[in-house]
């Protein structure tokens, strides 16, 4: 157990909806990552956060976005989904921003679009 | 840009066998590298990480790692492998001088391990 959580563990809606993906980081934790895991662009990263700020983006549709919240947990929102938006989204989180900061994984939400 | 390549998509080794996942990088700085594991239905975990000091890099379970400068490489061993290791790796590039913390990772190399 990596002490960071993913809500909920599994997902299915339809295409054109909207849902949010919700990642509680480790105890102490200030930094929070998003990546997409899927068959076709295998695992890539999204979003980076620190205390709040984004502070690294990768390769994030515009109909995706992700916030920190005071309370360092995160959520990403997933908007007019397609077909294609169908995989495991992971949340990680280290101690601080650098690249020396080891990432802990959640163990990811799997998300279905029918 | 920095990316990673990892040659064969699925590795299969008989228990107590050699463990060789091959990983190269491509960087135009100096990079750190990272193998991470992941077992069926979990999150991945971070084996071992390469950051500018030694070249041999011992991880967990038994793992480690070389890197190469000149071959910009960064291959996995394991002397003998383990029912328990069957997994899927990444191997994973992160720069220096990087704004923040991104991981670019390889496409992965899901390991069969045979009785």
């Known amino acids: 157990d990596s002490g960071v959580t993913q809500t909920p563990k599994h997902l299915i809606t339809a295409t054109g909806q909207r849902v949010t993906l919700r990642c509680s980081p480790r105890?102490?934790?200030?930094?929070v990552y998003w990546y997409q895991q899927s068959l076709d662009q295998g695992l890539q990263f999204l979003i980076q956060y620190y205390n709040g700020e984004e502070r690294a983006k990768g390769n994030i549709l515009e109909r995706f976005s992700a916030q920190q919240f005071p309370d360092l947990h995160s959520e990403l929102n997933l908007s007019s989904l397609e077909l294609g938006d169908s995989a495991l989204y992971f949340c990680?989180?280290?101690?601080?921003?650098?690249?020396?900061?080891?990432?802990?994984f959640g163990p990811g939400t799997r998300l279905t679009v029918l | 840009a920095q990316s990673v390549t990892q040659l064969g998509s699925h590795v299969s080794v008989s228990e107590g066998a050699l463990v060789l996942l091959r990983c190269n990088y491509s960087?135009?700085?100096?990079?750190?590298l990272f193998w991470y594991v992941q077992y069926p239905n979990q999150g991945l975990q971070l084996l071992l990480k390469?950051?500018?000091?030694?070249?041999l890099v011992k991880g967990i379970n038994g793992f480690e790692a070389e890197f190469k400068k000149s071959e910009t490489s960064f291959h996995l061993t394991k002397p003998s492998a383990h029912m328990s290791d069957a997994a899927e790796y990444f191997c994973a590039v992160s720069l220096i001088k990087a704004a923040g913390n991104k991981l670019t990772f390889g496409g992965g190399t899901r390991v069969l391990v045979k009785p």
């Open positions: 990680a989180s280290s101690p601080k921003a650098g690249v020396l900061n080891e990432q802990f």
């Open positions: 960087s135009s700085v100096p990079p750190y």
């Open positions: 105890s102490g934790d200030l930094s």
């Open positions: 390469y950051t500018s000091a030694a070249t």
